[in-house]
C-alpha cells in the first residue's frame, strides 16, 4: 500500500497547516510525544486475512463496481446482476469451497473479501450473499457430495443464480414456526417425489434476494412429512424458473418492489402450489428418507437437529458484522476529513474561521464513534477466527459452534448498530453536504437499515445471547449440590445487596480524594475498566438469573409470563456483554502491536470506548455501588479531555482504515472543500492587501462612538 | 370526523379480540377503569387551527399528492411541481397573506395546514415552503409595499417559483458571513443599480429548492455596499431566468442531483457575475439605498436590523416542528397498528403466537416515543400560537419576538430528531416488513433526514437557546448591585456544593422507605416531576454560568476557547431546557381537558414522558442529590409498570393522531396483516379438527420415552 493511495494521510499533510494554529483548548503534542504508525495500524486491522482484503479492497475500488446514484429500481438491479456476472467470472468466491469441489476451504478469506465490498455497493455485497453466502452455501453444508457437484458448479458461475428460500411472510425469525410443507410420496416419479406446498398466505416464503426475477432454483424451508410424521424443517432443492427464466408450473413469485435501500437486489416473494420435485432433491446431510419413505438422521434430537442446519446462518451474520464495521469506517473517514478542512464562524482569529474538528461538539459526535469502530473492527477479527476455524472443521465440535453462535449474536447487532448510528452522526455533522447523495453518507445508510433486521434480528440475537448467559450461569449452579444451590443464592443475593449499598466502595474516594488527575488515571487503567465492565456484565445476568429462579416451577404461559417482565432487562444484560467482548478484544489487539506511540494512542482511544460505556451507564454503576460519587462526578471530565488528547491523531485514526480513492467517492472527502476554503482565504487576504476592501458599517460605527467618547472627554 | 374514516379505530376492534385473551402480565382494565375518549383527545390534538388541519388533512389524503415509491430524481421531481400547480390553484398558501394583498393574515392557519401535507409527500411539503414559506415571505416581510404589489401574486400563482437564495457552499448556519455582494452603482441603469456578484467558488449559493430548474427568480442574500461601506447581508429581488427557463446573462446554475430524500425537489446552485438588477430590486423595509447612494435604515443597529430581517426564517422552524411531530405520529401509527397484529412466537398458548405489542421489549421501544410525540404535540401547538401572535402583528414587540425565536429553537431539534428516531424505531420493530418502501416508514426517514439540518442546523439552534438561557441568567445577575455579583455567585456556588452531596435529600429515603408503591405514586406527582425537570434546566444552565464568569475579562481568542470547553455542556443544558417546555405543555395540555378518562390515561403517558427524561439523566440527579438512590433504583421498575398500564390504550392513543387512508398507506397497517393471522389460525383450526395433521416427530419421541420409563418401573 502506497502513501499515496491514501486520502487521508493526503489530508492529514493539510491539516498540519491547520493544527500548527490551533484553536481548540489543547495544542498539537510536540515532537517527541506518541503518534500513531498509520502503516502498523492498518496492517493489523487487515488481521488475519490481509492479503484477501487487499485484492478485495482494489476489486472494491474499480468504478464499474460502484453504486449508482440515481437510478430506479429496475435499472439497479439490471447494473447489479451484472457486476455479480463480472464477480462470477474473477471467480472470488472459490476460496468457499471444500477441497473436494475444487476450491481450498478457505472461509476466513472468503468472509473477509466479500465484507470489503460493502463500499462498492451494499447491493452487489448482499446480492453475491444471497447466491454463494446463503443459495450455493445451503446445498455445500446441506447437500451430500452428489447434489454438491450436481449443483454448485452452476451456483458458482452464475448459470443458476439461486433464492435462499427460509423467510415466510408470517415467520422471519421464527424459523422453527414455517408452515411450508414437503410431503413425501413413495409413489411419485420414479424413485420418490416430494410434495412442496404453501399452505396459506402466511406461508409465502418473502423477501428473498433473486426471488422476483434472476433466480432459477431455490433452497427451500419447508417442514419434512414422511409417513404422517412432521420431521421438522428440513431444506430442499427446488428449481423455479426454466432457462427463459420463466416460472415453473406450480411455483408462483411476487416483486417486493422498491425498499428503503439494496434496491440493487430483486427481492420477491415465492409461493409452491403442490410442486413436486425428486426424492433425492432434499439436501439430505443431516436428514433424509429412503424410496420407501423411513426417515433417518446422523442426529437424534429434532432440536440439534434443527440447529444444525441452520449452522449455515452464521456465516451471514458474520459478514454483515465485518461489513457494518467497514461502513463505519468509510462514514468516519469522510465526515472526518470534511471537519478537518470546513470551516464555520469565527472565534479565535478574525481572518479565520474555526475549522469544524476543533468544536468539542464535533470531537463529541465522532470519537465515541471512531473509538467504537476501533473497538468493533478488533473484536470482528476475533468473530472471523472463530468463525473458520469451525467452517474448516478445525473446531467442529457442538461447543465451538455454540461460542461461536453466541459470538456473532453478539456482535451483529451491536456493529449494524452502530454502523447506522455513525452514518447518521455523520451525515448530519456534514450538514447539507452530508445530505447529497454524491457524498455517499445517505446511500450507506439505506443500504446498512436492513442489517438491523435481517440475517437475524437484532432484538433477537441479543436474546438468544441473554438466554446462553443465563444458562451458563445455571449451569454453574448445577455444579453445585442440591442443598448448596439454596445457600449459594442466598450467599450471591446477599452479595447484590451490598452492591446495591451506595457507596460501598468508599475505598475510591479515600484513595482519590482532592487530586483529580490521580482518579483520571486511575480510571484510565485496564484494571479499573476491566473490572467494571465485566462486573456489570456478570451482576446483570445474575440479576435477571435471581429474578427468575422461581419461573422453573411455573406453567409454561406463567413462566413465559415471567420471562417476559424481564425483557428488557435480559436484553440490557447482553448489551453489557457485548461492551466487554469489545473493550476485550480491542485491549489485546493493542498488546499485540509492537510500536509505542501505536500503542499509547489506541490505548487513549481503548479508554474513551471504556469509559463512554461506563459513562453510558453510569446512574446504573451508582447505584450498584461500584463506582463512587466522586468517580462518576469525574467520569464526563475525563472523557472530555479524551477528546482534546486524540485531536491532534484524528487524521492518522482514520488513516489506519485504509479507505482509499474509489472507495471514497464523495467531493468533500476528496479535497473540494479544502479548495473552496483555500480560494476564499487567498480572495480575502488579498483583498485586505490591496486596500479596496469595503468598510463594515459596525466598525465605522464603533469609530465613530469613539471618536464621540474621545471627545467628551 | 367520522368513526369509518379511522383506520386505528378499526383496527381497535379487532384488538379487543386480542386483549381478552391476554399474554402480557396486565390484562385489560376492567369495565369501570380509565379510558380514553378518542374523539376528545383528537380535538385537543388538532389545537387552535382544527378546521385548517381538517381540510388539509382531507387534501393530504388525495392520492394525486402521494409520494411515488420508485422514480428517477426527474420524474419524482416533475410530479412534484404538477402538484404545487394543484396546490397554487386551489390558492392553498392565501391565508399567509395580509389584507392589503388580499389575504386574511392567518398565519397560524397557514402553517398548520402546511404542516399536514408531510403525510402525503415531505417533498411536495418543502417544494411548497421554499416557494411560498420562504421565498413569497420574503417578498412579504422584507419588501415594501410597491414590491409586494409587483412580485407577490407571480409567486402565489406560480407564474414565478422563486429560490430563496441565503446559504452558500462556505456558509450554512453563519448567515453574517455570507460573501456574496451587492455593490450600488448610482450611474447604473435609470436610477442606479446593484451589481450582485459571487466573488469565489465557496460564495456560490447551495442547497436552494427550484434553483435547478424551476426557479425564475431569487431572494438572494448578498452584503449590501454602497460608498465602500458593507452594510451587512441584506436580501434582493433577483429575476435568474426568462420565460422559456433559460438563465439570464451572468447567472450560473448547477444541479445539486440526487439527494438522501426530498428527490421531489430541484435543488441547486446559483451564482452571479456581476449581474445588474435596479436600484429598487433590493427588499427595503429594514434597510435602503437612495439614488445617489445613500444608505438609510429604521433599525439603527447593523447586529438588530440582521436579526430582524432573518426573523422570516422562524416560520420555517416552526412548520418543520409541527411537521416533524405529524409524521412521527404516522410512523407510530404504522408500527402500532401492525404489533398489535403481528404474531410471533409461541409463549403461553401453544395454538397461538403471542402479537408483539405484548412483548415487554416491544412496548418499550415504542411507547416512550409515543409519549414524546404527544408532548411534541401539545408543545407545538404553543409555538404555533405565540408565531400567530407575533406574525399577526399582536405581538410584535422585540421580547416576543425574542421569546418566539428561542422556542422554536428549542423545538425544532428536538421534535426533528424524535421523528427520525421514532420512524427508525418504528420501522426496525415491523422487521423485514419495515424495510419495504411501500410501508411508508424508510421513505418518511429518508425525506426527513434534512429537517434535522436545514433551516436551522439542530446543533447550532441549540447553541442559540443555550446562549439565551445563560444571558438571561446573566441578566438576573445584573439586577443585583456590584457588590453584591460576588455574593451572589458565592452564594450560588454554595448551593451547587450542596446539591452535589450525595444524598442531600436523605428526606426522600426516609419518606419511600420500605414502601415501593409509595415511591411510586410520589414520582407520579407532577410536582415531583416539574421540581426535577426545574431544577435540572435550571441548575446545568448555572453550572455554565458560574464555569464560564471569567471569560468575559479574557481575550476574544481566550474567551472563545473557554466556551468551547464548555460546549458540550451547553448543548445539554438546552436539552434539559427542552424537556421541561415539553413536559410543562403536555401538562397544561391535559389539565385542558374535560373528559377524566382521557386525563387519567393521558397522565400516565405524560409520566412516561417525565420519568424517561428522568430516567435518561439519572446519574446526573443522583450525583446532584436531587433523587436518592432508592428513588433512583425505583424508577426503571415504575416505567416498566406504566408500559403495562398503557398497553390496553395503545390503539386509542395512536387512533387519537386521526392518521386516516390516504394518510396511511402501508399495507401493513390495513389490515393485511390481520387477514393473513386469521387465515392462518383457521387453516390449523381446521387441521386440528380433521385430525390429519401430521404428528411431529418430537411429540412421537416424548410419547415414546413416557412409554419406555412406564415399562421400566
Excluded at 467470472?89 to 473436494?100: A, G, I, K, Q, T
Excluded at 408450473?249 to 440493487?264: A, F, M, Q, R, Y
Excluded at 447506522?420 to 445530505?435: K, P, W
Amino acid at each position: 500500500m502506497t502513501t499515496d493511495s491514501r486520502t487521508a494521510a493526503a489530508s492529514r499533510t493539510t491539516e498540519s497547516g491547520t493544527t500548527a494554529d490551533p484553536t481548540g483548548p489543547i495544542p498539537l503534542p510536540p515532537g517527541g510525544s506518541p503518534r500513531l504508525d498509520v502503516e502498523q495500524v492498518s496492517e493489523a486491522l487487515l488481521g488475519q486475512w490481509a492479503e484477501a482484503r487487499r485484492t478485495a479492497r482494489e476489486r472494491a475500488a474499480r468504478p464499474e463496481l460502484h453504486r449508482p446514484l440515481d437510478a430506479t429500481v429496475a435499472e439497479h438491479r439490471d447494473r447489479v446482476f451484472g457486476q455479480l456476472q463480472l464477480l462470477a467470472e474473477e471467480d472470488v468466491s472459490r476460496p468457499m469451497l471444500p477441497e473436494h469441489l475444487g476450491g481450498p476451504n478457505d472461509n476466513g478469506a472468503n468472509v473477509a473479501a466479500f465484507e470489503e465490498l460493502v463500499v462498492a455497493d451494499p447491493s452487489l455485497q448482499i446480492k453475491a450473499g444471497v447466491q454463494w453466502g446463503l443459495y450455493t452455501s445451503a446445498i455445500v453444508q446441506l447437500g451430500n457430495e452428489e447434489q454438491q457437484q450436481a449443483w454448485v458448479p452452476g451456483a458458482m458461475d452464475l448459470t443458476t443464480p439461486g433464492a435462499f428460500a427460509m423467510t415466510e411472510i408470517g415467520h422471519g425469525s421464527d424459523v422453527q414456526s414455517l408452515a411450508t410443507t414437503a410431503t413425501y410420496d413413495p409413489s411419485g416419479g420414479e424413485d420418490g417425489e416430494w410434495v412442496i406446498h404453501t399452505p396459506f398466505r402466511a406461508a409465502w416464503k418473502d423477501f428473498l434476494g433473486n426471488a422476483a426475477i434472476h433466480a432459477k432454483a431455490a433452497t427451500v424451508f419447508a417442514r419434512l412429512i414422511t409417513k404422517g410424521v412432521d420431521h421438522g424443517v428440513h431444506c430442499f432443492y427446488v428449481p423455479v424458473r426454466d432457462a427463459e427464466g420463466e416460472l415453473l408450473p406450480g411455483v408462483s413469485s411476487e416483486d417486493d418492489g422498491p425498499k428503503g435501500g439494496l434496491n440493487g437486489i430483486d427481492n420477491g416473494r415465492l409461493a409452491f402450489d403442490h410442486v413436486r420435485i425428486p426424492r433425492t432433491n432434499l439436501l439430505g446431510r443431516y436428514g433424509d428418507v429412503a424410496a420407501d419413505g423411513t426417515y433417518t438422521s446422523p442426529i437424534e434430537s429434532p432440536g440439534r437437529r434443527f440447529f444444525t442446519m441452520l449452522g449455515t446462518l452464521v456465516q451471514g451474520r458474520v459478514s454483515l458484522d465485518g461489513s457494518a464495521i467497514r461502513a463505519s469506517q468509510l462514514a468516519l473517514h469522510i465526515a472526518i476529513t470534511y471537519a478537518t478542512q470546513r470551516r464555520q464562524f469565527t472565534a479565535a482569529d478574525p481572518t479565520q474561521e474555526t475549522v469544524l474538528m476543533d468544536y468539542q461538539a464535533h470531537l463529541h459526535r465522532l470519537l465515541p464513534k471512531l473509538a467504537a469502530t476501533y473497538a468493533g473492527a478488533f473484536a470482528h477479527e476475533q468473530l472471523l477466527q472463530a468463525f473458520d476455524d469451525v467452517f474448516s472443521g478445525r473446531a467442529e465440535d457442538p461447543e465451538s459452534r455454540e461460542d461461536l453462535e453466541t459470538l456473532a449474536a453478539t456482535l451483529k447487532p451491536t456493529s449494524t448498530w452502530l454502523a447506522l448510528d455513525t452514518i447518521q452522526e455523520c451525515r448530519e455533522a456534514c450538514g447539507g453536504s452530508g445530505f447529497m447523495a454524491e457524498n455517499q453518507l445517505v446511500g450507506l445508510h439505506q443500504d446498512l437499515d436492513v442489517y438491523a433486521t435481517f440475517e437475524g434480528d437484532n432484538t433477537i440475537l441479543l436474546q438468544l445471547v441473554a438466554k446462553r448467559l443465563l444458562s451458563d450461569y445455571t449451569s454453574e449452579l448445577k455444579n453445585v449440590d442440591r442443598a448448596g444451590i439454596g445457600r449459594f443464592i442466598a450467599q450471591r443475593a446477599e452479595v447484590l445487596a451490598k452492591r446495591h449499598t451506595p457507596w460501598a466502595r468508599l475505598g475510591q474516594n479515600v484513595a482519590d480524594r482532592g487530586n483529580a488527575r490521580r482518579a483520571f488515571d486511575s480510571m484510565r487503567q485496564a484494571e479499573f475498566q476491566e473490572e467494571m465492565l465485566a462486573d456489570r456484565a456478570r451482576v446483570k445476568v445474575e440479576e435477571v438469573a435471581l429474578a427468575l429462579r422461581g419461573a422453573a416451577k411455573m406453567s409454561p404461559a406463567d413462566a413465559a409470563a415471567e420471562v417476559n417482565k424481564h425483557q428488557v432487562e435480559m436484553l440490557d444484560a447482553a448489551r453489557a456483554h457485548a461492551d466487554l467482548v469489545r473493550w476485550r478484544a480491542f485491549t489485546t489487539g493493542i498488546e499485540a502491536l509492537e510500536d509505542e506511540g501505536s500503542r499509547a494512542v489506541l490505548t487513549d482511544v481503548r479508554d474513551l470506548f471504556g469509559l463512554t460505556a461506563i459513562n453510558d451507564d453510569l446512574a446504573w454503576f451508582l447505584l450498584s455501588g461500584m463506582i463512587s460519587a466522586q468517580r462518576g462526578r469525574q467520569i464526563e471530565g475525563d472523557l472530555r479531555r479524551l477528546l482534546w488528547r486524540l485531536r491532534p491523531h484524528v487524521l492518522d485514526l482514520v488513516a489506519a482504515f485504509d479507505v482509499r480513492p474509489g472507495h471514497v467517492r464523495a467531493p468533500i472527502a476528496l479535497g473540494g472543500e479544502q479548495e473552496r476554503q483555500d480560494e476564499a482565504a487567498a480572495h480575502f487576504r488579498a483583498q485586505r492587501a490591496s486596500n479596496d476592501a469595503p468598510v463594515s458599517e459596525k466598525a465605522l460605527r464603533d469609530r465613530a462612538k469613539k471618536a464621540a467618547r474621545a471627545r467628551t472627554r
